[in-house]
């Protein structure tokens, strides 16, 4: 399992998981919690807001 940390901007990000699309991950969007990382329920990365240090 790979394991991203993201620097984002937005409160959104799109998640596509793999580049094969055979695994089914479609993209999903999720909203970013300023205080909990988010984790996208289909591949499990965890995203975080990084914008406030
Ligand atoms: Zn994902």
Redesign the pocket.
């Known amino acids: 399992m790979k394991c991203h940390l993201s620097k984002l901007k937005e409160e959104f990000v799109a998640?596509?998981?793999d580049t094969n699309p055979a695994l089914g991950?479609p993209i999903?969007f999720i909203c970013l919690d300023l205080k909990d990382p988010a984790i996208?329920k289909?591949?499990g990365?965890r995203y975080v807001q990084n914008h406030h240090h």
Request: charged letters at 20%; one cysteine or more; aromatic letters at 12%.
């Open positions: 998640c596509e998981g991950h999903e996208c289909y591949c990365l």
